[in-house]
């Protein structure tokens, strides 16, 4: 009892304290050091001592045994070590790795390629792989041209899986390139229909798909991919319609908020090849907004899309700036349904076997030069960098000749780089000054080299028609180089010549303005009006661009001179020998012909001399048509 109450007493007189929570690094260390005490506890002081000796002697054997296994490994073969350790010496093959293997040097690699054989293929095929998604990975609206030079120097035809499935994964992680990537498109679709209509067939599938599923974010980024398409002319827009009339006829939020997105894009378009249509959609929207089958949320959307329409779509453009790259009778349009039974081709997307690889690969190269006017540069493997070598010591051994004989080689220029270089200083030098005396005047410092008259005289016609209307700039421009130098008039005569010549490949603004500027040149005399031989106003020798071009180049003449000092001018003895094409008198057909030409214009006044020339001539064909019916009624 004593003993219990003393316990007691001490207990309550102590004051308990909160367990101390010890950091995870110090509760081990407390574990490992009771384990230790209780070992030690189980063993007697005597095993304790036996078993210290009998560690220190396995620690010196030990160390003499390392010892040893590191005398014999150095004597050993290093395949025959790792044996023993089971790991092998014999690494996997490149071609069979994800990333394709550990970088191999230019020269191995050149080597090992050529071959032909699967591994060499697949590797190609990795290569292949890496090259396209690099290029689609980092395209964008300023180096897009670039872009699609790199991308047709690889196999697109072999790798046009490859190519479809980077370029579907690129836009749908980035949204906002979307643009980008289809003009990327549409340009390979020019060379390569192929490309583009596979492309198609998998964003049809791919949308059916989401669309079932009701998988509104990807469903969105496909119908935006294939806008775009059909903004560039890829798809056609009776696809673009079956998407909106499939969207809107099972109606829903998500479907009417994709719709509306989808016409954002395409919308302008649809209203220049098909108004009718897209005025179809539009109603089927007011119906929506009429009987309110949805929420005020998408209620908002789509009166902000009558807000859009009302606009002219002016905020979503056709074609972005900078993207318009192919004209529109180049572009390729396929013509696919929503219905239409797909094939994906997705055996294009993994490597297989060739037979004919080194075949296909010519084939590709030849349609490669085609397609970007160059010859692809294929390196012929190990002797590459050794002929290299040896072209330096060429050079240099030829350099040396040369120092000792003291020969000077003249370096011809073949590739147009100076011809190039001198038309654009003639263009920089046009549009950059204010007044034609000053244009003339730093022209003329330049010291054209003899011979490249021409050059300068066919840049002053280019500028004229590239303005969006005729400025009377280039035509005293014109005049002035005509007036100095007898060298430039007979470049501006020879230049007539050849623009009358090829006036069918100019557009209608064009040869408007450059008949306007020669002229000018005519009746200021700055050029030689014998340069009108060439012209033959018949219906066989004229087109309606040629009969254009005199049209307006007559009309102009008018305007400035007025008729009778132009019809005076016409009935000089000089001139009149070159105008024997124009206004000809030697067949009654041609005859016609001009007269009628240039009554419908206006100046019937110049064909009285042809007019009286045909009244004058004996009517033989018409004598003979009598007898000739004569006979026939009999």
Known sequence: TTTTTTTTSTLSSKVVAPPKVDSPQHSDDDRRRRRRKKRHHRRGNESDDDDDDEDESDRGDDRRGSRDRRERR???????????????????????????????????????SGKGDEEDQRMQWQLLK?????????????????????????????????????????????TTFTHVFAALVSVVNTKLPMIGHLLLRRLILQFRKTYSRNDKRMCLNIAKFIAHLVNQQVAHEVLALEILFLLLENVSDDSVEVAVAFLKECGLYLSEVSPKGLNSVFDRLRDILNQGLIEKRTQYMVEVMFAVRKDGFKDYPTVSDGLDLVDEKDQTTHLLSLDDTIDPETALDVFKLDTKFKENEEKYNEIKREIIGEESSSSSGSGSSSSSDDDDDEEDEAGEGAKEGGDTMEIQDLTGTNLVALRRTIYLTIMSAITYEETAHKLMKMNLPPGHESELANMVIECCSQERSYLKFYGLLGQRFCELKEEYRNAFHDAFAEQYSTVHRLETNKLRQIAKMFAHMLYTDALDWACLEVIKLTEEDTTSSSRIFIKEMFLELSEAMGLRDLLKHLQDPTIRPHLLGLFPVDDPANTRFSINFFTTIGLGALTDEMREALKSRPKVSTTLDGNSSSSSSS
């Open 74 to 112: 150095k004597d050993a073969d290093p395949q025959d070590l790792a044996r023993l350790r089971g790991k092998s010496k014999v690494e996997p093959k490149p071609s069979q790795m994800k990333t394709g293997g550990a970088y191999v040097i230019p020269s191995r690699r050149a080597r090992l």
């Open 130 to 174: 890496r090259k396209i998604n690099g290029f689609i990975n980092k395209v964008n609206v300023s180096n897009i041209r670039n872009i699609v030079v790199d991308l047709f120097s690889a196999n697109l035809i072999r790798g046009r899986g490859l190519f479809v499935r980077s370029c579907m994964k690129a836009q749908s992680t980035s």
